[in-house]
């Protein structure tokens, strides 16, 4: 049984990585992920430059999941493109650099950097970035989306993915897949945290930013992530692919997200939890499931959920 999988011509021998955003944040954290058992990493989306973050408690872990409002804390994308170009020139491994700028201007600004560095990898631009005040997330506005993706693919020749939130309406799938067809996409990710949920311990909110509204992530999201995995790997070109994430802490989670469609899966909420670690023990679940099953590579099975007559 083999676990490798293949996006836009770039290969790696797992397909289970970190989520943006979990054991990313700086060369300590990217190393464990990089000598774990899984594929590659991606780093925290990074800004132009590093940013504190929001006032603490801003990360709350539950039995059921997690809840975040960071912020947006990193060191900037000079610190993430520099150790991922001289790490890619030592592994000879693919790795992935997440991005998000709080302005166009400066979403272009870095995407222009990448594009004259020699660096080796792929690009996951995070749509969940906020927009003109008062406007929604910039996924969520989608001639905006389009307006930026537009802008972007005149000049960046480099593989690009886009990081998206979850939708939940039938017609935002199909607005948004139009939207996605249209340019050169490496993949989707799909699903960023389901946005401005609100955990409560006793009578209080558990984390300070936002009066406690914050992203929500683990076992409560695993059905709106698959369904987004799903719906986009019904709706996309076959050049786009699909990276899954969201509520995967089992085999079992991991083998769902592919038979979806997912070509890569990426592990947030359980990987915080769990310690990198996790890579090992969602590899070896996967594969008691795929030898169960007679299955010998991803592909076997990718993509091929059964519905019902
Ligand atoms: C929510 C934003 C701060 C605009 C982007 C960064 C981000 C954060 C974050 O840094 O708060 N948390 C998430 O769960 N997903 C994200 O994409």
Redesign the pocket.
């Known amino acids: 049984v083999l676990l490798n999988t293949t996006i836009a011509g770039y290969e790696f021998d797992n397909c289970l990585m970190n989520a943006?955003?979990v054991c990313c944040y700086d060369h300590e954290e990217l190393t464990m992920v990089d000598q774990s058992s899984a594929g590659t990493f991606v780093t925290?989306?990074a800004t132009k430059t590093s940013r504190e973050?929001?006032p603490l408690p801003?990360y709350q872990a539950v039995p059921l999941g997690s809840i975040?409002?960071?912020?947006?804390?990193?060191l900037g994308l000079d610190y993430y493109l520099d150790y991922v170009r001289q790490l890619e020139k030592q592994t000879k491994k693919t790795y992935f650099l997440s991005m998000?700028g709080l302005s166009k201007e400066e979403t272009l600004e870095m995407l222009k950097q990448v594009e004259l560095s020699d660096f080796k990898g792929m690009v996951e631009l995070?749509l969940?970035?906020?927009n003109v005040p008062g406007k929604p997330?910039l996924a969520y506005d989608l001639p905006t989306t389009e307006n930026l993706l537009t802008e972007v693919f005149a000049f960046f020749t480099k593989p690009l993915g886009v990081?998206l939130?979850p939708y939940f309406d039938i017609a935002h799938f199909d607005a948004a897949a139009e939207v996605y067809n249209k340019f050169p996409l490496a993949f989707v990710n799909c699903v960023?945290?389901i946005?401005n949920g609100l955990i409560i311990n006793d009578e209080t909110v558990v984390i300070k930013p936002k009066n406690g509204f914050?992203?929500i992530?683990g076992d409560y999201i695993k059905p709106t992530a698959l369904a987004n995995v799903h719906a986009f790997y019904q709706r996309l070109k076959p050049s786009i692919k699909i990276i899954g994430t969201g509520g995967v802490k089992t085999g079992r989670d991991v083998f769902e997200h592919i038979l979806c469609g997912a070509s890569m899966v990426q592990v947030?909420t359980a990987l915080e939890k769990e310690g990198v670690e996790i890579f090992a023990r969602l590899s070896q679940e996967l594969t008691e499931i795929m030898q169960e099953k007679g299955y010998q590579t991803i592909e076997d099975f990718r993509g091929k959920l059964q519905y019902l007559a």
Request: charged share 10%.
């Open positions: 943006a955003g925290k989306s973050g929001n801003r975040n409002s960071m912020g947006l804390p990193n998000t995070n969940s970035c906020p997330q990081k939130p960023n945290s946005g914050g992203g992530g947030g």
